[in-house]
């Protein structure tokens, strides 16, 4: 074969390589991390999970930390500037139900609480103490 | 290690350059059966060879040296395992390692003796050995400075490898173009004088492209990695591009007078070795250019390096007043009938002495009516930035350090008892870097002490934050209760918003989202205010303001103090509230102020004294006007100027 062809070739098969490399190994690997992410999202929710089942919460339900600072009391009803509530809520203020049983803490407080529920529209405070 | 890290970063950048500038001279000549062209083609060869294990072993040893440096130790150059590290851990090694695989694959297509009599195989063979080198010297971008910039790093890159691989098409070239011409003109053959000819003509026209191109990613270079006139004057990245320009000018003079005067005169053998001479010359200073680029890419680029400013003066166009103005314009039409001269003169043939000198002339009258009104003096740190942020905990710092050291001169409000007006706009038009210079060194023939031994660099730098607030309290009591449209320029001094135990934010983190509505209060007095706007909270929300409450007086506890009917929900600062009643109590005294801070960091309308807002639709009018602004501009420095 004639140098030139042989050039063709090898530069050809170097191309070929370097896109099937990145088609099969590097997307590989983007799926994978993707992948992995996914897992580590869900192992968080089943701890939750598994923390609020241990607490005496329905099968289901997660259970998520919280502190923060009381803004306003209603009944039923607490308004908290909190910190980021991970897997949850950003630091914000929100309003969360807090059922009648609880000891109502007074404007300006600053509490640690837990919240259980199924969904960021329906925890409920189920605990709450002074931070 | 840094010198023996720059000499290899230099020999390998070299060598790397001249391989791909002697294999793109061998393509440009192309195929030949002349015995003094094969002659040449093979020393050529023979050079490439030796320049290819150059470069590879230049390239270990940056390796091996960078290493010592990148784990700061000299016996780390000698370890296997770190050198490994720094190879496969660290992105420049795995360029390195790109890079060092091309060259070992052209060293054995090189060393190969493979047979290339037929035309396309020598075509084949020596574009695979171009492309190699071109592979080899283009990646080195990849771990540039290029590659470092944040945002557009690939477009950068880009600009770097068009940047290197033009200097490897040009610089590269030239010895080999030096040899051949060399040859040819040694050898009273007519054929390969020809041939060498041609060759040149070809390389003339493609480096005239390639200096193009080295000036275009030349410059978009430089605007990346230096940006500013002080970064290029006042860092050691700075002066060795000036000192790179410097050295292009006699290179682009040869280059020019070799391509319109040697080049077409070059069919005598006389003349070719001439050319040949001169070509030589070129590339030496080449190769010098090569050697300053290679300490570039070990500096800090300029743009991030502190510039110690090397003039005693430096040249504004901030703070002219109207005669100085009008002589300013007036010179720049003088300059630009002296552009217009020098255009005449490059296009007309005949009177060309007259109208150079008339330019000539111009230019110096230009330049001695126009020039003095904007020369102000300078320092070393006139362009030092300042370290410390435009932050209300500065400012307030700052106070209280000018009330014990300055105030006695100054005056309690800066207006100069005995000192200058800290106020007016001479010291406005200063730069931060030189009041900076003027408060550690003094003015002495003025009787301004020295405070460089007596005052912490961090207090100096506060005092001149604290002035900056107060030069731009007195402007700011032109601001009112009503918002000027699209006329923003108060930045509004940064602050820490900390509530309760809760992890603090910053005015800052609302920019470009929320207007802050700063509301500075006493109570029992803004009672009624502060219940107001907790009732429309909700209604200001919803319009994009957040507001921010700061207690003046601090008692006890100011939220439960605020109380709980109605409820007050926004943020209500509870540590740290000194700084900002001292910052904006500047801009906005009173029991009760408020500070209307639009989207962008600027403050925009101003309740000072009590004079509060009558309702929240007073409020409300303001911030509409403010949303319906359609260009807002850039946020503010962070820093003072």
Redesign the interface.
């Known amino acids: 074969m004639p140098l030139w062809q042989v050039v063709v070739v090898l530069n050809l098969t170097f191309a070929v390589g370097l896109g099937l490399g990145y088609a099969g190994w590097g997307r590989r690997v983007g799926a994978l991390e993707r992948e992995v992410n996914a897992d580590r999202a869900r192992i968080e929710r089943l701890e939750r999970e598994r923390g609020a089942c241990a607490r005496g919460a329905k099968a289901g339900e997660q259970q998520w930390e919280g502190r923060g600072l009381v803004r306003a009391v209603y009944p039923r009803l607490l308004v908290i500037t909190h910190e980021e509530i991970r897997g949850l809520l950003p630091a914000r203020t929100t309003s969360f139900a807090v059922p009648a049983t609880t000891s109502a803490p007074r404007v300006g407080d600053a509490v640690r609480f837990s919240l259980r529920g199924t969904a960021p529209d329906d925890v409920a405070i189920v605990a709450i103490e002074g931070w | 290690m840094k010198a023996l890290l720059l000499g290899a970063v230099w020999i390998h950048l070299a060598s790397s350059v001249l391989l791909v500038g002697a294999l793109f001279l061998l393509l440009l000549a192309g195929p030949s059966a002349n015995a003094t062209i094969r002659r040449w083609e093979r020393s050529v060869v023979d050079w490439s060879r030796g320049l290819v294990v150059v470069a590879v072993v230049a390239g270990l040893v940056w390796l091996v040296a960078r290493t010592a440096v990148f784990e700061n130790r000299p016996g780390a150059a000698l370890e296997p395992r770190a050198v490994w590290r720094a190879a496969l851990d660290t992105w420049p090694g795995l360029v390195w390692l790109g890079r060092q695989g091309a060259l070992v694959v052209l060293a054995a297509l090189l060393w190969a003796r493979?047979?290339?009599t037929?035309r396309?195989?020598w075509?084949?063979?020596r574009?695979?050995a171009l492309g190699l080198g071109g592979l080899a010297l283009g990646l080195a971008s990849a771990a540039s400075h290029a590659a470092a910039i944040g945002p557009g790093a690939a477009w950068a890159v880009a600009v770097d490898v068009s940047h290197v691989i033009a200097t490897g098409l040009w610089v590269g070239g030239l010895p080999a173009l030096a040899l051949l011409l060399h040859a040819a003109g040694r050898d009273d053959d007519a054929q390969a004088r020809a041939t060498a000819l041609g060759t040149a003509r070809r390389f003339s026209h493609a480096a005239l492209v390639a200096v193009l191109v080295l000036v275009a990613s030349g410059s978009a270079g430089a605007v990346a990695q230096v940006g500013s006139v002080a970064a290029l004057a006042g860092t050691t990245h700075g002066r060795l591009l000036l000192a790179k320009l410097t050295l292009l000018i006699p290179i682009l003079a040869l280059a020019a007078v070799n391509r319109t005067r040697l080049l077409p005169a070059a069919a005598a053998p006389g003349a070719t070795r001439r050319l040949a001479t001169f070509v030589t010359l070129e590339a030496l200073l080449a190769l010098a250019i090569l050697a300053l680029a290679a300490a570039m890419t070990l500096t800090t680029p300029a743009r991030h390096a502190e510039p110690v400013w090397p003039f005693p003066f430096r040249l504004t166009l901030d703070g002219l007043d109207d005669a100085a103005r009008r002589r300013v314009v007036a010179a720049s039409q003088i300059g630009l009938a002296a552009v217009i001269a020098l255009l005449g003169a490059s296009i007309l043939r005949r009177r060309r002495v007259p109208l150079l000198a008339g330019a000539g002339a111009l230019v110096v009258v230009a330049a001695a009516l126009g020039l003095p009104p904007l020369v102000v003096e300078a320092y070393p740190t006139t362009f030092r930035r300042p370290p410390v942020t435009y932050h209300a905990t500065s400012i307030a710092s700052g106070m209280a350090v000018y009330a014990e050291h300055c105030a006695s001169c100054h005056g309690a409000d800066g207006a100069g008892v005995a000192g200058a007006d800290l106020r007016s706009p001479s010291i406005a038009r200063r730069h931060a870097g030189e009041i900076f210079w003027l408060v550690g060194r003094g003015i002495p023939e003025r009787g301004m002490p020295a405070f460089e031994s007596r005052l912490a660099e961090r207090a100096r730098w506060d005092v001149i934050n604290f002035v900056r607030a107060l030069g731009a309290a007195t402007v700011a009591t032109t601001l009112g209760p009503r918002i000027r449209p699209d006329d923003a320029w108060l930045a509004a001094p940064d602050f820490t918003i900390a509530?309760?135990?809760?992890?603090p934010g910053a005015l800052r983190d609302y920019r470009g989202r929320r207007i802050v509505l700063l509301v500075v209060y006493t109570l029992p007095g803004s009672r009624e205010r502060m219940t107001a706007l907790a009732r429309s909270y909700e209604l200001l929300s919803v319009l994009g303001v957040e507001i921010v409450a700061v207690p003046a007086r601090v008692t006890g506890?100011p939220?439960?103090e605020l109380?709980?009917a109605p409820?007050?929900?926004f943020?209500v600062v509870t540590d740290g509230t000194a700084a900002i009643v001292a910052t904006y109590g500047l801009f906005a005294p009173g029991p009760h102020a408020e500070v209307l801070i639009d989207r962008q960091g600027y403050v925009r309308a101003v309740w000072r004294n009590d004079a509060s807002p009558a309702d929240t639709s007073v409020v409300q009018a303001e911030v509409e006007r403010l949303n319906a602004e359609k260009s807002p501009p850039p946020f503010p420095d962070d820093h003072v100027h």
């Open positions: 493979v047979d290339v037929a396309r195989d075509i084949a063979a574009a695979q509530v309760g135990p809760l992890a506890h939220i439960v109380g709980a409820p007050v929900l943020p």
